[in-house]
C-alpha cells in the first residue's frame, strides 16, 4: 500500500486515529477492495503446508491483515449508523456483500482450521499464556459454527445464507430508520399540549421551524414522542404517537411516503428462514442451541426456565403494580378502561402522587454538562484514571472525544454522540473503534470506543443555547454505554482478539454496563452530577429521598416485559417453526397470555423494529440483559458490602478489584471464572431480586 494511496483514501490510513472530516462514500469501495485483496493474499501465504506452525508465523500475520479490514469496515458501518445519506447506504450495501463474503469464507477454510488444530496439539501449546490459548479455543470454536468441517456443497450454501442475512438484517435496520425518520405529526393549537414540559414544547416547535412549518412537530424519536406518552393530557394526542410507534416498519404503519412502505414483516420471516437453515446444516436443531455456544447459559432449556422462574418470582408484584395503576387511572384520572397509550402517562401521574415528585421536576437537575463531568468524577475515583478532553477528526459537530489517562500514560480514547438526529440509528450503543493490542514491533495499541446516545440536543431559548436536560432514566443510559466503553478501554490483555470486550460471552457482555447502572443511585454520586438548570442548586436530599422511594415503583411490571421480550426471542429461534403454518404474532401472543399482566392492542407491532434480534446481534440472546443483570446486581453488593463495613459507596479498593477482575482481563478467560474471582463464589440472583424490591 504506497502513501499516495492512502493519502488520498482516508479508509486506508491506519497511522493514527480515522479521519473522519476526509471520508466520502466514494472511497468506500477502492478502500474495502485493496483490503479484501491484501487480507486474501496473506490468507492464502498462510494456507500453504508449513512444518511448524506457531503463533509468530500464523496467528500474527492473519490478525494483523484481518484487523486493518475489520477497523476500515467498522468506519464504514459506524458512518452508516450515525451519519446516514442515501450515497453512504449505497456504498455500504454494495460492498457489505463482499466483506461477508470474505469472513465467510475465513470462517469455512479447512487450511487454517487445520493450522489452528496443529498449535492446539503443538506440545508448546502448555507454554501458551492463558489469553493465547483462549483464542485458540475460539478459534477453534468458532470454524466448527462457521461451517469449516461442512462438506463442499454445504459449504457453499451456508455461505448464501450468510450473505443473505447480512443483505436482510441491513434492510431491516433502514425500514426501521426511513420509518423514524418519514414520520411527523403536526400539532396546531398548543393548547392540544397541555401537561407537556416547557422544554418538550420548545424543541417540537424548533423542529417544526427548521421544517418551515408552523405550530409544532413531533418524530418517532424517543426524546421527541416519548414526553408525549408521559405527560400529555390529551388522550387522543398519546394513542395517535403510541399507534404510530408501535405500528413502526409493520404493515399497519403510517406512510407519509408513497415511494415505499417500510414494512419488516418479510424481513423477520426471512430472517428466521435463514437461521433455522443455518442451524441445521451444522447439525443442531435450532438456531438458539447455535446462539449458546459461545455463551455461559448451558442450553436453551436452561434459559427458558430461568425466565419463566423469573417471571413466576416477579407476577405478584406485577399484579399488584398494575391493579394499583387501574384503581388509580379510574378514580383520580377518569381513565377506564386502561389502555396501552395510557399506561406511561398514569404512571407518571401515581409516581407524583405518591412520591411527591414528579420525572420533570428531577430532569430540571441534570444538565448535560454537569452530568457528564459527574460520570467522569466518578469514573476517575473508582479506577484511578484521568479523564480529559482531546481533539479528533468527527462525523458531527455534535461529537466530542476525550482520552482516559493513568500514571499519564494513555490507557484509551473516546467519542461521545449524546444527541438525537435525522439520520441518526435510534437507541444507545457502544462500539469499538479500535482493539488494545501489543503490536509486533513492541509498540502498544490503544483503544477507543464508540458511544452513542440519543438524547435531546441543546434548544436556543430567546437566541440563547439551553444545555440539554437529562431525565434520570437518560443518565441511566449514559452510564450503561460508559460501562460497556469501560470494559473495552480498561483492558490490560495485549492479545487483539480477546483484548477489552472482545472474546466475551455475549451474555455476560452486559455485566459492567448494567453495574454502572447502580451508581445512578447513589448520594455521594448524584451530589456531583446535579445543578439545578436555573439555581445551580444541587439535587436536594429530600428530592433524592424521594427518588429513592420510588425506585423500584412498577419493578414487577418492568421485569415481565423484558421477560416477555427475552421469552419471545429465545421461543422463535427455538421451537418455531418458520415453516409451519402459525404465524409469529401468534407466538408472540401465546407468550403474552402466559406472562404478560396487561396485553398489548392487537395491533401492537413490536417486532417490526426489534432490531437487537433482527439486526443487533442478539438472537437467541436479549436474555442476557436479565441474565447479566443477576451478575451485575451480584456484583455491585460488594459495593454495599464496603458500605455495611464502614467505607463507602464509592470503595477505591474494591473499585480496583472490580477493575482487575472484570474489567482488565476482558475476553481472556470466561466470564464465570472472572465473576468468581471478584466475589469469590457463583453468582445469585438474590441481589437483582433485593435491588428490584422483589425479594421476600
Same mark, same amino acid.
Given at each position: 500500500m504506497n502513501t499516495q494511496t492512502i493519502i488520498s483514501n482516508p479508509l486506508l490510513d491506519f497511522s493514527a486515529l480515522p479521519r473522519f472530516d476526509d471520508i466520502n462514500p466514494e472511497h468506500v469501495q477502492p478502500a474495502i477492495d485493496e483490503l479484501i485483496a491484501g487480507a486474501s493474499a496473506v490468507v492464502t501465504e498462510l494456507e500453504a503446508p508449513r512444518a511448524d506452525v506457531t503463533w509468530e508465523n500464523f496467528v500474527i500475520p492473519l490478525e494483523d491483515a484481518t484487523e486493518k479490514l475489520g477497523r476500515a469496515w467498522g468506519v464504514v458501518n459506524h458512518l452508516n449508523n450515525v451519519v446516514d445519506t442515501p450515497e453512504l447506504r449505497a456504498a455500504y450495501n454494495e460492498n457489505q456483500p463482499k466483506v461477508t463474503e470474505f469472513w465467510t469464507a475465513l470462517a469455512q477454510n479447512e487450511a487454517l482450521f487445520a493450522k489452528y488444530k496443529a498449535l492446539k496439539a503443538n506440545p508448546d501449546y502448555v507454554n501458551l499464556s492463558p489469553a493465547r490459548k483462549k483464542i485458540i479455543e475460539n478459534a477453534l470454536r468458532d470454524f466448527r459454527l462457521g461451517g469449516a468441517e461442512l462438506p463442499e456443497e454445504k459449504k457453499a450454501r451456508f455461505a448464501d445464507i450468510q450473505e443473505q442475512h447480512a443483505a436482510v438484517s441491513t434492510r431491516f435496520s433502514e425500514n426501521v430508520l426511513d420509518a423514524t425518520n418519514d414520520y411527523k405529526l403536526i400539532v396546531d393549537d398548543e393548547a392540544e399540549l397541555a401537561g407537556l414540559p416547557d422544554d418538550v414544547r420548545q424543541a417540537a416547535r424548533a423542529a417544526a421551524e427548521k421544517d418551515g412549518k408552523a405550530g409544532f412537530q413531533f418524530t418517532l424519536h424517543f426524546p421527541s414522542y416519548f414526553p408525549i406518552l408521559q405527560?400529555?393530557?390529551?388522550?387522543?394526542?398519546?394513542?395517535?404517537?403510541?399507534?404510530?410507534?408501535?405500528?413502526?416498519?409493520?404493515?399497519?404503519?403510517?406512510?407519509?411516503?408513497?415511494?415505499?412502505?417500510?414494512?419488516?414483516?418479510?424481513?423477520?420471516?426471512?430472517?428466521?428462514k435463514l437461521r433455522d437453515e443455518e442451524a441445521k446444516l451444522l447439525d443442531y436443531r435450532n438456531f438458539a442451541e447455535v446462539s449458546l455456544v459461545p455463551k455461559m447459559a448451558q442450553s436453551p432449556e436452561h434459559v427458558i426456565e430461568f425466565l419463566e422462574d423469573l417471571a413466576r418470582r416477579a407476577r405478584p408484584f406485577a399484579e399488584k403494580d398494575l391493579a394499583e395503576l387501574r384503581a388509580f387511572a379510574k378514580d383520580e384520572l377518569g381513565i377506564e378502561p386502561l389502555e396501552a397509550w395510557d399506561l406511561t402517562y398514569a404512571s407518571?401521574?401515581?409516581?407524583?402522587?405518591?412520591?411527591?415528585?414528579?420525572?420533570?421536576?428531577?430532569?430540571?437537575?441534570? !444538565?448535560? !454538562?454537569?452530568?457528564?463531568?459527574?460520570?467522569?468524577?466518578?469514573?476517575?475515583?473508582?479506577?484511578?484514571?484521568?479523564?480529559?478532553?482531546?481533539a479528533a477528526p468527527v462525523w458531527h459537530p455534535d461529537v466530542r472525544f476525550y482520552r482516559i489517562e493513568r500514571d499519564g500514560k494513555l490507557v484509551g480514547q473516546f467519542y461521545l454522540d449524546l444527541y438525537a438526529r435525522s439520520g441518526k440509528g435510534g437507541g444507545a450503543w457502544m462500539d469499538d473503534a479500535r482493539g488494545r493490542r501489543l503490536e509486533t514491533g513492541g509498540m502498544?495499541?490503544? !483503544?477507543?470506543?464508540?458511544?452513542?446516545?440519543n438524547f435531546t440536543p441543546p434548544a436556543a431559548i430567546d437566541g440563547v443555547l439551553q444545555p440539554s436536560l437529562f431525565t434520570h432514566d437518560e443518565v441511566t443510559t449514559l452510564f450503561h454505554e460508559f460501562g460497556h466503553g469501560l470494559h473495552h478501554m480498561l483492558t490490560q490483555v495485549d492479545e487483539i482478539s480477546v483484548s477489552g470486550i472482545s472474546g466475551v460471552e455475549w451474555d455476560a457482555v452486559e455485566l459492567p454496563s448494567q453495574f454502572m447502572e447502580n451508581f445512578c443511585w447513589e448520594w455521594d454520586v448524584l451530589q456531583h452530577m446535579t445543578a439545578h438548570v436555573k439555581t445551580g442548586e444541587a439535587l436536594p436530599r429530600p428530592l433524592y429521598d424521594k427518588m429513592l422511594a420510588a425506585k423500584n415503583f412498577q419493578s414487577g411490571m418492568q421485569t415481565l416485559r423484558q421477560v416477555e421480550f427475552s421469552l419471545v426471542d429465545m421461543h422463535l429461534h427455538y421451537d418455531y417453526d418458520p415453516a409451519s403454518a402459525r404465524s409469529i404474532q401468534e407466538l408472540i401472543n401465546e407468550v403474552r397470555e402466559k406472562f404478560s399482566v396487561m396485553l398489548p392492542p392487537s395491533f401492537n407491532r413490536f417486532q417490526h423494529s426489534f432490531g437487537h434480534i433482527f439486526a443487533g446481534g442478539y438472537a437467541a440472546g436479549y436474555y442476557s440483559y436479565k441474565w447479566a443483570e443477576v451478575l451485575s446486581a451480584d456484583a455491585y453488593a460488594a459495593f454495599e458490602e464496603a458500605v455495611e463495613a464502614g467505607g463507602g459507596a464509592l470503595s477505591e479498593q474494591t473499585g480496583n478489584r472490580f477493575q482487575q477482575e472484570i474489567l482488565a482481563v476482558g475476553g481472556s478467560r470466561s466470564a464465570l471464572e472472572s465473576f468468581q474471582a471478584f466475589r469469590g463464589r457463583e453468582p445469585s440472583i438474590d441481589a437483582l431480586l433485593r435491588h428490584s424490591g422483589m425479594s421476600s
Open positions: 405527560f400529555a393530557d390529551k388522550r387522543s394526542l398519546r394513542e395517535t404517537i403510541y399507534r404510530a410507534s408501535a405500528t413502526k416498519a409493520s404493515e399497519l404503519g403510517v406512510v407519509f411516503s408513497e415511494l415505499e412502505k417500510w414494512d419488516n414483516t418479510s424481513n423477520i420471516a426471512t430472517l428466521l407518571e401521574k401515581l409516581r407524583e402522587q405518591r412520591y411527591a415528585f414528579s420525572a420533570q421536576e428531577v430532569k430540571e437537575y441534570f !444538565p448535560e !454538562p454537569k452530568v457528564v463531568n459527574g460520570l467522569f468524577k466518578l469514573v476517575q475515583s473508582l479506577f484511578n484514571v484521568s479523564i480529559a478532553l482531546d502498544l495499541q490503544t !483503544p477507543v470506543a464508540y458511544l452513542t446516545c
